[in-house]
């Protein structure tokens, strides 16, 4: 799913989400993933996120998905403050390893 937010015709922001689907041997099967949000800088702090991501919810919720996941680089204090703020919580550590 793909929403857009624009202002007099300009694009100004994106958000790209999906379904994700797990073997039947999870106990939940089925989540929400967003994957992607850019708000134009010239935008930002002016709500286009959070009405991006408030829309994303509600078509997840009007499809039963109860659980909504994304990552986001855990060095970047304000981006985690800002999925904090939209009701979003730590529940995993991913790892990596440079080859």
Excluded: N
Aim: charged share 30%; net charge positive; aromatic share 8%.
């Amino acid at each position: 799913m793909c929403l857009v937010a624009e202002d007099e015709g300009r694009v100004v922001g994106f958000l790209l989400a999906s379904m994700d689907r797990r073997p039947g041997i999870f106990l939940e099967r089925v989540h929400g993933l967003i994957s992607d949000v850019y708000v134009r800088p010239a935008y930002r702090r002016r709500g286009v996120g959070r009405e991006l991501v408030g829309a994303a919810l509600a078509w997840f919720a009007e499809r039963q998905v109860s659980r909504v996941r994304l990552r986001t680089d855990a060095r970047d204090a304000l981006g985690v403050a800002v999925w904090k703020r939209l009701g979003f919580e730590t529940v995993a550590l991913t790892m990596d390893r440079l080859l």
